[in-house]
């Protein structure tokens, strides 16, 4: 008994250790996306949850702050802009020295004037004459600052960056490219199932050989079809209807296979029944086959929205990079070359790209993994 | 575009094929009323109608663009002229293609590998813990999210800064705070695949998680208890039962990882984009369609090195289709 308690709690942190290593890139991802750029910049995220020491530089304001009390000329403010509970316990004037001072204490600038700092940002700048500068001179603090999360990087790449615009130009792309689809093949299966014509065993094997054709074998081709169709009606060659397409046809294979996997599990007399009662295989297909697919039909929705959601490639080749047309994984790509060191944007852009995909994952789980399970041979 | 006329073009684009078929059916049910002789004829337009826009998109997308693939491959940059095996002689001397094939065969050998031990692993310790559903959904997760954005988590992991700054990467922290030196991971060639072939294990496992949790489900309890009366150790019980057990699921595993990895292409391409000596097949073949604009004749070449990997899969699978057939 004793050797089954000590294999049972090895076990729980093997996989305590799997779960932890699993999670920690996401989980870092999710906590950096909402913390200040600032201090995402310099410190890593695993610092955020509990009080960190932080340099930092501010400047005072200038000669128009300043009021006369007595002899003396003052100024007298708050270095933050907006206090986000930092407490500066040290602080400096000079950049050799930036830890000169214990808070509370009065320094001496080059000039002549004092300051004194006081723990919440508040200092008081005293001189014997007026000050003259516009600009402010700098005061360089040590501060601990507790942690802090905020939705800014959100609003920035929704708004500023374009993201709002890429992630309802993916809804476009992967809408129709999973509906269009599972409609035309639905009825491809069921003829494939259902009914008997000439040359129904060779199509079938063809659906089993494109399964695994890799997308790479029909890029050229259909890149050139496009390109020759749009210059010879003068229209655009990269466009939505196009992607739809190429969508469509690189998950054909799949959603047949796995329609017609399951079309084949329903009774055949249920079929037979329905054509001795007079009805056409339009008929059957729409009053009885239809409403008896719908779990099959959620399953592979979700596999294929999943997967022309997360595509790059194809989307990439097909697909404009304008604003207009660009997709959410061809945007974070484009993000991660030219803003490669700003991570507050590229972790709220990978967070955002990463929304739909984890939503759909947290509620219908149970519909993805059967898709999963049945169709992951797609090519 | 604005979201309204985005949703119009969404919704013309589904309903238009919605449209086709719906009045193709309803044209036909009304000529059969009106004469009816044609009942032959009637169902082989029903046929037509049924397969006609599926294989036309079939056919368009995947079997012409294949067989065009192989001829572009024998003619030159803009596929004009016929150049026989150049484009292949080409291949076997670029230094990127010899890389690429190395690095695809490393690719092949440890993701699959490692991505179907560690989904075995962990179905098999999820089973025995009361957590095990919470675990596996975690570990799981990563199969929801794309390449490209597992790519920036995971970047951010090895982010890299000078040895005296604060490291914000996972892995140089570590690497910093077990006292050695910090290291731009995706940099140092050689080692810098197996980084990102992490990336693959990292979303893979999970689909070998679920996949090996149904099937540990269908091994006999009492096979296992017999074992345990019999003193077997856990480890044993491992190897000698469940693995020989599981045999044709880790094969089916292996076929789906393979496959996939076969064609990896966002990881490269935005992580690395095959610099520092990582390239592989997918990336090469994107560059060379769009290099000095695009070399149809390379790029056909590359896609077909790739076809060519998953032969060995797809005469396996049509096999098996007829096997099951004659059933």
Request: charged share 15%; net charge positive.
């Amino acid at each position: 008994m004793k050797k089954f308690t000590l294999t049972s709690i090895f076990s729980q942190l093997l996989l305590l250790i799997f779960v932890i290593a699993w999670i920690a890139p996401t989980f870092g991802l999710f906590i950096s996306s909402l913390r200040d750029k600032d201090v995402l910049a310099i410190s890593g995220w695993w610092t955020s949850f509990t009080t960190t020491e932080v340099n930092e530089i501010y400047r005072t304001k200038g000669k128009d702050a300043q009021i006369k009390e007595g002899e003396y000329y003052y100024i007298k403010s708050n270095l933050f802009r907006e206090n986000k509970g930092k407490e500066i316990f040290r602080f400096g004037v000079t950049s050799k020295n930036i830890d000169e001072y214990e808070v509370g204490e009065t320094a001496l600038f080059k000039d002549g004037t004092e300051i004194t700092v006081s723990e919440n940002g508040d200092y008081i700048w005293k001189s014997q004459n007026e000050f003259k500068k516009k600009k402010g001179k700098r005061v360089f603090v040590s501060a601990k600052s507790p942690p802090s999360f905020t939705l800014d990087n959100y609003k920035e790449v929704l708004f500023k960056e374009g993201l709002g615009q890429a992630f309802l130009n993916t809804f476009a792309v992967a809408l129709p490219a999973t509906l269009i689809p599972l409609i035309i093949c639905s009825f491809f299966a069921y003829a494939l199932t259902w009914m008997k014509f000439y040359g129904r065993d060779i199509l079938l094997a063809t659906i089993i050989a494109s399964l695994v054709v890799p997308l790479q074998m029909s890029l050229i081709p259909i890149l050139t079809i496009y390109n020759d169709f749009g210059a010879l009606f003068g229209v655009a060659a990269k466009s939505f209807p196009g992607i739809w397409m190429a969508h469509t046809g690189f998950g054909l294979a799949s959603t047949t296979f796995l329609l017609w996997n399951f079309l084949k599990s329903l009774p055949q007399e249920m079929m037979e029944a329905a054509k001795v009662d007079g009805a056409t295989h339009y008929d059957t297909f729409i009053k009885i086959v239809v409403p008896l697919s719908v779990p099959a039909f959620a399953s592979i929705f979700i596999l294929q929205f999943l997967w022309v959601w997360n595509d790059l490639l194809v989307g990439l080749v097909f697909l404009d990079k304008h604003p207009s047309e660009i997709i959410l994984t061809a945007k974070l790509k484009e993000l991660l070359g030219s803003r490669g060191e700003n991570w507050e944007i590229l972790t709220t852009s990978a967070f955002v790209s990463m929304a739909v995909p984890l939503f759909i994952f947290f509620s219908l789980q149970r519909y993805f993994i059967r898709g999963l399970v049945a169709g992951s041979i797609k090519g | 575009m604005s979201i309204f006329s985005l949703a119009v073009t969404v919704l013309i684009g589904v309903l238009f094929f919605v449209a086709f078929f719906h009045f193709s059916n309803f044209l036909l049910d009304y000529f059969r009323i009106k004469s009816k002789k044609k009942f032959a004829l009637e169902n082989s337009l029903r046929v037509v109608i049924f397969i006609g826009p599926a294989f036309i998109v079939l056919f368009v997308f995947i079997i012409y663009p294949v067989f065009e693939t192989i001829r572009l491959s024998f003619y030159d940059k803009l596929g004009e002229n016929f150049v026989g095996l150049y484009n292949y002689a080409w291949a076997i001397k670029d230094p990127d293609f010899k890389r690429s094939i190395i690095n695809n065969l490393g690719w092949l050998i440890v993701v699959p590998t490692l991505s179907t031990f560690f989904g075995l692993v962990i179905a098999n310790l999820a089973d025995r813990v009361w957590w095990g559903s919470i675990a596996k959904s975690i570990i799981f997760m990563p199969m929801a999210i794309s390449f490209v954005g597992a790519g920036v988590i995971w970047k951010f992991m090895y982010d890299y800064r000078g040895p005296g700054d604060q490291q914000i990467g996972l892995l140089n922290a570590i690497a910093v705070a077990l006292g050695f030196e910090p290291q731009a991971w995706l940099t140092i060639p050689i080692w810098n695949n197996f980084f990102l072939m992490a990336i693959m294990i990292w979303i893979q496992t999970g689909l070998a998680l679920v996949i090996f949790s149904a099937a540990l489900r269908t091994i006999p309890k009492e096979t296992l208890d017999a074992a345990r009366i019999d003193g077997a150790s856990e480890l044993k019980i491992f190897w000698k039962i469940i693995i020989p057990y599981l045999e044709q699921t880790i094969l089916v595993i292996w076929t789906i990882i393979t496959l996939l990895v076969l064609k990896v292409f966002d990881i490269i391409y935005a992580m690395t984009n095959g610099q520092w000596q990582t390239e592989v097949l997918a990336n090469l073949m994107y560059d060379w369609m769009f290099r000095g604009g695009g070399d149809t004749g390379r790029g056909s070449v590359l896609a077909f090195c790739i076809l060519i990997g998953v032969i060995p899969i797809l005469a396996w699978n049509l096999y098996k289709h007829r096997q099951d057939q004659k059933v």
